[in-house]
């Protein structure tokens, strides 16, 4: 319905800069995710996009038409808010009816005693009323149109919300965290109706979070922010497979990407702990930093040895926190069987597959491994 | 067994201090009701007693409705005391919306301003009020008793003040709806406010109704005189003061007041309920 376009956005509050030059192209029908953590600058952009907060330089296109100078609501997308922001003093309909009576019914129509009195009110009442009840089947939510606001739990509150989205066929929807009011249950949940909702509608849908397992589970792509910069975007299996930042290794991945300090050598090669992992790279010799995932730690064989400091125990898998043999370091892995944990205080040897590893410079930069390198390294293993 | 005789001995003495403050208060209008009651004779008596020997609150309100044509001044205050507050409504809601909502440069300023307004005593300004309603040629007219309260910085700040806890992020749902900021203050605001616009209301309508000070200077017509004015009518220096009659007729001027604060503390515990909710 609508493809979203934001070309150098800068934004500052009080002299310091929230946006630093963000350019974006959102295509149409996508579920794209803006993740980063609080204080990234995800929020002012959406409101930028939104128009309710202007921007200091740079410029929105909708469809390709420049829309600085539209109001809000002319700019026709809906938004649904982190407190939902439903009128408490309205019941659920008049909640849902609100954006349509302000598009349809003339100012004179909708004066609060003289309108109903108008002919033409009463037709286009029935209209909405009908579009009303079509959008509350959807959402099942008929059931409680005549109760206020202060009467629904926090999901139901949520689907008015989404409602009251909905019913103006928006070009495009703007989420601000709509779910962390939510219980850890509900959100499930609810990211799963959104995700059916979007596929349904196919409508663009611009949703902010800093929730990474909300971003992963729903978006068909993810741009992660950090201070103020869009860093990375593309699809969920890229930004975790294949960050470009080491910000947005550690921000995306429960728990944590292990990141252990490395060293290129002169000849390209790569040190982590003192040990040669069996990968090059054309960097320049100096310190790097190298981060494999949780579930890419081999416990059992390998170079490297650490022992067993914590164990947590989630039913379906399990994290082992090790601390590694002469360092202060500590790394968590991921094991699939929890039936065979090992025990705490013990030492374990563990080691990670050459594919496993990114290696980031100093500035926090993905460096290229180098292809045939890592291809030469792997030849033993096949044969 | 000593802890709760000592707790109850406190509690005693806690309510013993409490009746003799209600006392205090209550002395001067029990004083007023037992006077409306009595008999020209017993007031002028010259020994205390609270009860009349014969009633004569009947005889006394039929004298005040006699001597003055009181239902004249109830209407009188009614329509000031509902213009002021709705003129004030009026004029403080959107300007509060403006200092809690709206972000423009020198909005600190203004604020600061409106709670230096609050620091003026009307007294005050009176005379240069006085003055420019007397160049308009408004003196002596409704006008006169209206015009100088319907900017009331007490309301503006307030409001302010509620504002301030309404979420933005509904201010910001009304504008993705398509509200106008007019709208938004009358069709948001407004109704998110009740329980801030009833106290206002209280506070206004109770100063107003009262206020004796004002309305003095600006008339001169008797058939525009509030109740205030009204009662003090019954004051006769030459005749003698008759305070049977103007006891009675100061009974007959609280009543609304009174009907009308009990109905609104009703609705203002209710409205700070309704707050609760989010």
Known sequence: MAQIELSAIRKSFDGTDVLKGIDFRIEDGEFISLVGPSGCGKSTLLRIIAGLEPQNSGEVRIDGRPVDAIRPSARNLAMVFQSYALYPHLSTFDNIAVPLRMRRLSAIERLPLLGPLLPGRRVKERAIRADITAIAEQLDIAPLLRRKPGQLSGGQRQRVAVGRAMVREPRAFLFDEPLSNLDAKLRVHMRAELAELHRRLEATFVYVTHDQAEAMTMSSRIAVMMGGELIQAGTPAQIYNDPSDIRVAEFIGSPKINILPGRIRNDGGIDVLGTALRLACKATAGDCRVGVRPERIELGAGPFSGSVVHLENLGAEAFVHLAIEGTALRLIARLADVRHLPAMGSALAFGFPPDAVRVFDPAGKRIELRAEQAERIREPAHV | ?278
């Open chain 2, 1 to 278: 067994m000593s802890r709760t005789h000592s707790v109850t001995l406190r509690a005693v003495l806690r309510h013993v201090l409490l009746i003799a403050g209600a006392a205090i208060m209550l002395a001067p209008f029990i004083w007023m009701i037992s006077t409306a009651s009595k008999p020209q004779t017993e007031v002028f008596s010259s020994e205390l007693h609270l009860i009349p020997y014969r009633f004569a609150l009947v005889e006394n309100l039929r004298e005040a409705f006699a001597k003055a044509n009181l239902l004249r001044f109830l209407l009188n205050g009614v329509i000031v005391t509902i213009s002021i507050f709705v003129l004030q409504v009026m004029v403080a809601l959107p300007a509060a919306y403006a200092l809690a909502k709206l972000r423009f440069v020198g909005r600190e300023t203004l604020f600061a301003l409106v709670l230096f307004g609050i620091l003026i005593p009307p007294q005050a300004t009176a005379i240069p009020v006085f003055l420019l309603l007397h160049k308009v040629g408004l003196l002596d007219s409704y006008a006169a008793l209206v015009l100088p309260f319907t900017i009331s910085v007490f309301g503006i700040f307030l409001m302010r003040q509620f504002f301030k806890t309404v979420p933005d992020d509904l201010v910001d749902a009304a504008r993705m709806d398509g509200i106008s900021e007019f709208g938004i203050v009358w069709r948001v605001m407004l109704p998110a406010a009740i329980p801030a616009v009833t106290a206002f209301g209280i506070f206004s309508v109770v100063a107003h109704w009262n206020d004796y000070f004002w309305p003095l200077i600006v008339l001169n017509s008797e058939q525009l005189r509030t109740p205030p004015l009204a009662v003090a009518h019954f004051r006769n220096n030459e005749a003698g003061t008759s305070y049977g009659p103007l006891m009675a007729a100061a009974m007959v001027i609280i009543a609304p007041l009174v009907i009308a604060f009990l109905f609104a503390q009703r609705r203002f515990i209710e409205g700070i309920t309704l707050t609760g909710i989010k």
